[in-house]
């Protein structure tokens, strides 16, 4: 382990999906400010939606996400009924018509929802919108339980990108995750969806899992290239059992250590760079011609709630329950609770529980982490032009002894991330993050 990595790969710091961060949304935010909020977005531009399914088929015990068992059809039924109420509730608080560009069904797991279900609520949303031809449609699904009849509605509604939650081949490691998903399970299932019009397949992999070693890891990364999904993305496991009560299942013991965590991600990106995928920020690897790797190239990078993405809508609307939105006035995060959510969306009431209104600094500070997020670079000087601030707003101490560190070059205000500074940007991004050093949120390390 280098240097640098050794002092901060075991540092807890956010994951920079949004600035400020989820933990500092203010509870109690007044429904009519969010829907004040809506009734303000431009009519001429696109927007994004976000639907959220937090049911799975089966429990893994690395989810750290807000999720619940589906055993029983009844309670999914009722879900996906509740969530096309709020999709009209949301669209009577916009203007009419709204483009829309980007839509992304995550989870849980939205495949849990019955094929029917899942094609009711999208004419729910094409009844209400305006999806544009070109828009990108995205699903994410478990290949355990994806159904031939799931598989062949996906393609007739027109998706078109499909992502899987593959995390780990090797067996030891899936029974200590409660994830059995042979290869060849993967593989039907993303045949599958080619087969179906599905033209784009995103897999998702983790390293620091119990009993996991570089040499199970690459392993995993050579059977998924062989398949050849058109993204990767390689996630560290954040083990936070005082949040996710069932990474209790995990023993702390089977968790590979800093030293391991930072070996295993560095070996495996190297290994995805050999099979010919492009590095993209801190932790997606796309093929060249990826829609991805492009924006990357042509520094288009976006980053929310999903990760990395090409999506360049200023809104992005969240349905269901615990879902997110953001506009250019602030967030709003639903209600986590999903008989709560019911409630108020049966109620007529938009179901936001959380929100933060967005001050010019919190715009600045965003701009400026989500840059080195995405492009590891960022003018600081250009970025207080943009928003209205003084030069030198930052704290060049914080910067000045993280370029010491090896972290980053610093040319005037122009800050760029080293080689050594590139797995470590969550650090650097947290030097701008004026609520961190108040914070008691906690947060998963760094690599």
Known sequence: MSDALSRHAARAVPRYTSYPTAPHFQPGFPADTWREWLAR????????????????????????CNMKLAAREAPVAAYAETLRAEIALAADALPEGLAVSHLHWGGGTPTALSPED????????????????????AIESDPRTLSAEMIGMIGAL?????????????????????????????????????????AAINFDLIYGLPHQTVRTLLETIAIACDMRPDRIA????????????????????????????????????????????VPIGLDH????????????????LRRNFQGYTTDQAETLIGLGATAISRTRFGYAQNIAETNAWARAVRAGVLPVAK???????????????????????VDLDEAAARFGAAPGWWDRAAIEDLAA????????????LTPAGR?????????????????????????
């Open 118 to 137: 899942l094609s009711r609520c999208m004419a729910r949303i094409a009844s209400r919108f305006d999806v544009r031809h070109g828009a990108e449609l």
């Open 234 to 277: 390689l996630f560290g496991y954040a083990h936070v059992p005082w949040m996710a009560k069932n990474q209790r299942m995990i023993e702390a013991d089977s968790l590979p250590g800093p030293a391991e965590r930072a070996e295993q991600a560095a070996r495996a990106a190297e290994a995805l760079v050999a099979a010919g995928y």
């Open 158 to 198: 027109g998706f078109t990108r499909a992502s899987f939650g593959v995390q780990e081949f090797d067996p030891k490691v899936q029974a200590a995750i409660n994830r059995i998903q042979p290869p060849g399970m993967v593989r039907r299932a993303v045949d599958g969806l080619r087969a179906a019009g599905v």
């Open 405 to 416: 560190d090896g972290l980053l070059t610093l040319s005037g205000a122009r800050l760029a």
């Open 41 to 64: 977005t431009p009519p001429e531009e696109p927007v994004s939606l976000y639907l959220h399914v937090p049911y799975c088929r089966q429990m893994c015990w690395y989810c750290g």
């Open 355 to 377: 929100g933060r209104a967005l001050t010019e600094e919190d715009r600045l500070r965003a701009h400026v982490i989500e840059r080195i997020m995405c492009d590891g670079a």
């Open 285 to 300: 690897f796309a093929l060249p011609e990826d829609s991805l790797a492009v924006a990357a190239r042509e520094g288009r």
């Open 423 to 447: 797995p470590l940007c969550r650090v650097v991004a947290a030097a701008f993050d004026a609520y961190l050093p108040r914070s008691e949120a906690r947060h998963s390390v760094a690599v």
